[in-house]
């Protein structure tokens, strides 16, 4: 019953915009014309097992201890050395983390975890837009304005998820004093963030707060959701340049690791599509698009898309987006079958486990992201990058 609660919004949110349900298949595009590189392929798979890390953070783990141990992928990082970490609690607003230096790559990491649980993931995406104040008119931090000179471009009609602002805004009292500190300490290493999930959320609002404060992140995110509103989205293109000419069509043979911002996402992921269009909210630029289903990727598999909303990408399974294609069923509307059995079948389990499917979706980004365990989940796949091509 509690379950069946809790998905009652993924059903309101998948019929608020489906006047007919068919069962068909989910699509996705064969393009190849703008795959990454190896290179990038290699440093988003590299990403990818830094934020599954996040997941050994709270319990049923054992956490993350000093120098840099746990039961994941802590080990393949030889290099790195914690700084703290943090959990704020299961609310809304909870948030959940660590902070770690690489003296490898010389960078200071900070990986924002997503959330474990299908139902509380369908209640935090179930929420309307309020105003978005960029930092430091935003009051987030500790009051100390980081030597930011006051001429920080504004965000005029910008509107945000309440919980991933009030979880940036919680978990900003915890993370600045050390994170600053360090990046002090250490001024020649590389700011770089990543998130998974709704951890990708608040990933981005840090990342706007740290570039407001005078430092240059790189952020990237696996599985992001919509953040706020068109005009939020239009300002994080033009705070990180996602709309320079020809950001999007990079040749195997330049170097596509330049961007600083990367927002991956996976096929038949539905969350990259939540909140709701039909709710006010916006994708921003800087998708890297995986193709495949099924774990391993390859670099073939990954592209980069172009604008907001490529129809080759994920916007494409998305009716409701100016350029989605009715050829790819939507996603919510390709579940809402689902959602129904779970709300009248006693176990709450879908008689047809399409919407379980989903959700893996979200979890496989190169490794299945979420389970704190020597070597990732033995059951998601992944574990042959070795020569950088996914290929291995």
């Given at each position: 019953?509690?379950?069946?609660?809790?998905?009652?919004?993924?059903?309101?949110?998948?019929?608020?915009?489906?006047?007919?349900?068919?069962?068909?298949?989910?699509?996705?595009?064969?393009?190849?014309?703008?795959?990454?590189?190896?290179?990038?392929?290699?440093?988003?798979?590299?990403?990818?097992?830094?934020?599954?890390?996040s997941y050994c953070v709270s319990p049923p783990s054992l956490g993350i201890l000093h120098p840099f141990r746990c039961l994941s992928h802590c080990k393949e990082f030889p290099k790195f050395s914690l700084v703290t970490t943090w959990n704020t609690g299961?609310?809304?607003?909870?948030?959940?983390?660590?902070?770690?230096?690489?003296?490898?790559?010389?960078?200071?990491?900070?990986?924002?975890?997503?959330?474990?649980?299908?139902?509380?993931?369908?209640?935090?995406?179930?929420?309307?837009?309020?105003?978005?104040?960029?930092?430091?008119?935003?009051?987030?931090?500790?009051?100390?304005?980081?030597?930011?000179?006051?001429?920080?471009?504004?965000?005029?009609?910008?509107?945000?998820?309440?919980?991933?602002?009030?979880?940036?805004?919680?978990?900003?009292?915890?993370?600045?004093?050390?994170?600053?500190?360090?990046?002090?300490?250490?001024?020649?290493?590389?700011?770089?963030?990543?998130?998974?999930?709704?951890?990708?959320?608040?990933?981005?609002?840090?990342?706007?707060?740290?570039?407001?404060?005078?430092?240059?992140?790189?952020?990237?995110?696996?599985?992001?959701?919509?953040?706020?509103?068109?005009?939020?989205?239009?300002?994080?293109?033009?705070?990180?340049?996602?709309?320079?000419?020809?950001?999007?069509?990079?040749?195997?043979?330049?170097?596509?690791?330049?961007?600083?911002?990367?927002?991956?996402?996976?096929?038949?992921?539905?969350?990259?599509?939540?909140?709701l269009t039909e709710w006010g909210f916006a994708a921003h630029a800087g998708e890297i698009y995986i193709r495949k289903p099924a774990l391993p990727p390859s670099a073939h598999d990954l592209e980069h898309c172009a604008g907001d909303n490529d129809p080759?990408?994920?916007?494409?399974?998305?009716?409701?987006?100016?350029?989605?294609?009715?050829?790819?069923?939507?996603?919510?509307?390709?579940?809402?079958?689902?959602?129904?059995?779970?709300?009248?079948?006693?176990?709450?389990?879908?008689?047809?486990?399409?919407?379980?499917?989903?959700?893996?979706?979200?979890?496989?980004?190169?490794?299945?992201?979420?389970?704190?365990?020597?070597?990732?989940?033995?059951?998601?796949?992944?574990?042959?990058?070795?020569?950088?091509?996914?290929?291995?």
């Amino acid at each position: 019953m509690f379950l069946s609660a809790l998905l009652l919004p993924l059903f309101l949110a998948a019929t608020t915009f489906v006047s007919a349900l068919q069962q068909n298949p989910l699509l996705y595009p064969t393009s190849n014309s703008h795959n990454i590189t190896s290179t990038l392929f290699t440093n988003l798979e590299e990403l990818a097992r830094i934020v599954d890390i996040s997941y050994c953070v709270s319990p049923p783990s054992l956490g993350i201890l000093h120098p840099f141990r746990c039961l994941s992928h802590c080990k393949e990082f030889p290099k790195f050395s914690l700084v703290t970490t943090w959990n704020t609690g299961p609310l809304l607003s909870d948030s959940c983390g660590y902070i770690a230096l690489d003296h490898g790559k010389e960078r200071v990491v900070v990986a924002f975890r997503g959330t474990y649980s299908i139902a509380n993931t369908v209640v935090d995406l179930s929420t309307i837009p309020q105003a978005y104040v960029p930092y430091p008119e935003s009051g987030s931090g500790d009051g100390d304005d980081g030597g930011v000179d006051g001429d920080e471009p504004k965000c005029e009609g910008c509107k945000v998820h309440m919980g991933f602002h009030t979880a940036w805004l919680i978990s900003s009292k915890i993370i600045l004093p050390d994170l600053e500190r360090h990046l002090h300490l250490w001024p020649y290493y590389k700011l770089t963030l990543v998130g998974h999930s709704l951890g990708g959320a608040v990933a981005a609002l840090a990342g706007l707060e740290l570039l407001a404060r005078g430092y240059d992140p790189t952020i990237t995110t696996f599985g992001e959701p919509r953040i706020g509103n068109k005009a939020l989205a239009s300002y994080i293109d033009q705070r990180f340049q996602l709309h320079q000419p020809n950001h999007a069509h990079h040749a195997e043979t330049e170097n596509d690791t330049h961007p600083r911002y990367r927002r991956v996402t996976h096929v038949n992921d539905p969350i990259p599509l939540l909140p709701l269009t039909e709710w006010g909210f916006a994708a921003h630029a800087g998708e890297i698009y995986i193709r495949k289903p099924a774990l391993p990727p390859s670099a073939h598999d990954l592209e980069h898309c172009a604008g907001d909303n490529d129809p080759r990408c994920i916007a494409g399974q998305d009716s409701a987006t100016q350029f989605g294609d009715d050829s790819k069923h939507d996603l919510l509307a390709s579940v809402a079958d689902e959602v129904q059995d779970v709300l009248h079948e006693p176990w709450g389990v879908p008689a047809r486990y399409r919407l379980w499917e989903l959700f893996f979706a979200h979890r496989d980004y190169f490794w299945r992201l979420g389970l704190c365990v020597p070597g990732g989940d033995p059951l998601g796949g992944g574990g042959r990058y070795g020569d950088g091509s996914g290929e291995g």
